[in-house]
């Protein structure tokens, strides 16, 4: 039994490809479905125990990046999203994804006593769009995707990634709740302390990614699904064996999961994979 994974595109999308490949390789079934056949049957949710919202430039991130994109979520949508994480499925957003869920309320979600959108992505602190690697410390004890990491080292490719929470109160809230599911740090794994270039866009509390309250939604500005194989990494013939030791620790050659060309973002996409094949089932 396979799980199966929604890979939701629109206009604009471009990471629809590289995220169905990541969850296949990590062990589910991806189909690429067009917003539009959601919105004509928001019961197709219920077919599948997976959702990703990938990146991109959903309608060229007119208004605000990922903005019209979360209001077709929640005119529309709403109903069927809740309770697809109610149901216990794990729902991710990279990137355009991230910057979609945090401008809808699913993403923290409530925090601090407040309702409706309690975080943005704003434009990077250097007001120029960024390309490059950065390196990453899980935190979240809570959050699905992220279990047993501890230090990864990820691609970004964003202009509006400053995380930025409500007020002190939603900043406080989401570290107390254990939400914060991803920091940016030096390469030593050391704080980056709010600094370029180890914070590359001016996060609060250098903040990469976060979860929601069930930590089954998980949403960050890096993408893994650029790193799930060891080759995906600049420095991979420096490196060969490091895509070796990370496949064989997320199951090698023995099951479906990764393989051994492995690249570390794979582990989040295998973790939400094992999640729901012991907590949710279903699948083909």
């Known amino acids: 039994m396979r799980p199966k994974t929604l890979v939701l595109r629109t206009a604009g999308t471009n990471c629809d490809g590289e995220t169905a490949h990541a969850f296949e390789k990590a062990g589910a079934l991806a189909e690429r479905v067009h917003l539009n056949r959601v919105l004509e049957n928001p019961r197709l949710l219920a077919d599948y125990q997976l959702l990703a919202v990938p990146g991109g430039f959903s309608y060229g991130d007119d208004i605000a990046a990922g903005r019209i994109f979360a209001n077709q979520l929640m005119r529309h949508l709403r109903d069927a999203f809740r309770q697809f994480i109610a149901d216990g499925k794990p729902v991710i957003g990279v990137c355009n994804g991230f910057q979609v869920l945090v401008k809808t309320d699913l993403l923290p979600g409530a925090a601090a ?49 400053k995380f930025v929470p409500a007020d002190d109160g939603v900043r406080r809230a989401l570290w107390d709740n254990d939400q914060v599911a991803l ?76 393989g051994d060309d492995a690249g570390a973002g794979l582990k989040l996409f295998i973790n939400a994979v094992r999640h729901v094949e012991q907590a949710v089932g279903h699948g083909v």
């Open 113 to 161: 006593g407040r309702g409706g959108q309690t975080a943005t992505l704003a434009h990077n602190d250097c007001g120029r769009f960024i390309d490059r690697w950065v390196h990453l410390a899980a935190r979240s004890r809570k959050c699905v995707w992220t279990q047993g990491l501890d230090r990864i080292e990820l691609p970004i490719a964003h202009g509006e990634g």
């Open 183 to 258: 920091v940016y740090t030096r390469p030593d794994g050391s704080s980056a302390a709010g600094k370029q270039p180890d914070n590359p866009n001016g996060s609060i509390d250098d903040i990469a990614g976060v979860c929601d309250a069930s930590g089954l939604v998980l949403g960050l500005m890096p993408h893994p699904e650029r790193y799930a194989s060891a080759l995906n990494h600049p420095a991979w013939t420096r490196a060969a064996g490091a895509g070796a030791a990370a496949g064989a620790a997320a199951g090698g050659k023995s099951d479906h999961f990764g």
